[in-house]
């Protein structure tokens, strides 16, 4: 659905009414990037790869702020997100495989 550019909305209620479909997107993009991840321990497992690889996430950090800032969203904030993901999935990771591995 395409949405009005924010400066021409007049009232909080189609303002929110936006803010809720954008978060909508945002969780059906974030369960599909779960999914995904989901699958890294038993390939990581695989190629040993260790589930915390810090090559690979100041990598990811980086790409992310370089998005953001592309994007016109604060990089600190898209990396401040991503942290909180990625440290979650790494914490799942070492769950399933453990902290061994290289840094792929």
């Known amino acids: 659905m395409t949405r009005p550019d924010p400066e021409t909305i007049e ?5 929110r009414a936006c803010i809720d479909q954008i978060d909508s997107a ?11 991840t989901d699958r890294a321990p038993e390939l990581k497992a695989r190629e ?12 990811v950090l980086t790409s992310v702020r370089d998005k953001a800032e592309r994007h016109g969203l604060d990089p600190d904030l898209a990396e401040r997100l991503w942290r909180i993901m ?7 990771e070492e769950a399933i495989i453990g902290k061994g591995g290289k840094d792929g």
């Open 11 to 15: 009232t909080m209620a189609d303002l």
């Open 26 to 36: 945002l969780v059906a993009l974030l369960a599909e990037r779960e999914r995904f």
């Open 48 to 59: 040993r790869i260790a589930a915390n690889a810090p090559r690979r996430v100041a990598a």
């Open 86 to 92: 990625i440290d979650t999935v790494i914490a799942r």
